[in-house]
């Protein structure tokens, strides 16, 4: 099994990473937290690996820390949590706050990430809540570094939107209703914001 992969960064997308290791590229889906903290493309990179095993496809899912990749594979011990979910719920929200809303029962919280209904969240709570030591326990604020709005950002968004399996029409609303409500121009406060209006 692939637990860590260090190597040149090919290309990086919403969700989604190209690592070179000695020659071989990698195809690594990521955390929108991931996307948004890895370097330019060229430059070195280590990530946490998951590999998923099925019968007919492998998976590489990479976190940039342990802990995130820790909090994504006790994700996957909830019933009806894969890892494409897994890997939506992580986007959804900073890992503080997950952990933070699991650990106080915050259904409501829960339901706004997109694909998770209310047996979902439900089931999060209750497998997870006593399960989560270690973990970032205090709620975080995503980052907000002042940045000028750049349609390059917006289009980022937007992609991740489309990769996250939301209708294009909803997902170019919800980038327009997330500026107008005054989201920072950085990819990850402008996407969690976007998240918001999905539904």
Same mark, same amino acid.
């Given at each position: 099994?692939?637990?860590?992969?260090?190597?040149?960064?090919?290309?990086?997308?919403?969700?989604?990473?190209? /690592?070179?290791?000695?020659?071989?590229?990698? %195809?690594?889906?990521?955390?929108?937290?991931?996307?948004?903290?890895?370097?330019?493309?060229?430059?070195? $990179?280590?990530?946490?690996?998951?590999?998923?095993? =099925?019968?007919?496809?492998?998976?590489?899912?990479?976190?940039?820390?342990?802990?995130?990749?820790?909090?994504?594979?006790?994700?996957?011990? /909830?019933?009806?949590?894969?890892?494409?979910?897994?890997? $939506?719920?992580?986007?959804?929200?900073?890992?503080?706050?997950?952990?933070?809303?699991?650990?106080?029962?915050?259904?409501?919280?829960?339901?706004?990430?997109?694909?998770?209904?209310?047996?979902?969240?439900? =089931?999060?709570?209750?497998?997870?809540? %006593?399960?989560?030591?270690?973990?970032?326990?205090?709620?975080?604020?995503?980052?907000?570094?002042?940045?000028?709005?750049?349609?390059?950002?917006?289009?980022? $968004?937007?992609?991740?939107?489309?990769?996250?399996?939301?209708?294009?029409?909803?997902?170019?609303?919800?980038? $327009?209703?997330?500026?107008?409500?005054?989201?920072?121009?950085?990819?990850?406060?402008?996407? =969690?914001?976007?998240?918001?209006?999905?539904?």
């Amino acid at each position: 099994m692939i637990a860590h992969l260090r190597g040149r960064l090919l290309e990086k997308h919403p969700n989604q990473a190209i /690592v070179d290791v000695g020659g071989v590229g990698y %195809d690594v889906m990521v955390p929108v937290s991931t996307f948004s903290a890895l370097p330019a493309a060229g430059a070195e $990179v280590r990530l946490h690996i998951h590999t998923h095993v =099925r019968e007919d496809a492998l998976a590489l899912y990479g976190f940039l820390t342990s802990q995130e990749k820790a909090l994504f594979e006790k994700l996957l011990t /909830v019933g009806g949590i894969g890892p494409r979910l897994a890997i $939506v719920v992580l986007s959804g929200l900073p890992a503080p706050d997950l952990v933070a809303a699991i650990r106080g029962g915050s259904i409501e919280f829960l339901v706004r990430i997109p694909g998770v209904g209310k047996k979902t969240a439900e =089931r999060m709570v209750v497998e997870l809540r %006593d399960k989560l030591d270690g973990l970032a326990a205090s709620a975080g604020q995503a980052p907000q570094a002042p940045a000028p709005a750049l349609s390059s950002i917006e289009q980022d $968004v937007l992609s991740a939107l489309l990769n996250l399996g939301c209708a294009r029409p909803m997902a170019e609303k919800a980038v $327009v209703k997330a500026k107008a409500a005054g989201a920072p121009a950085e990819f990850e406060p402008l996407f =969690r914001r976007a998240m918001e209006f999905v539904r």
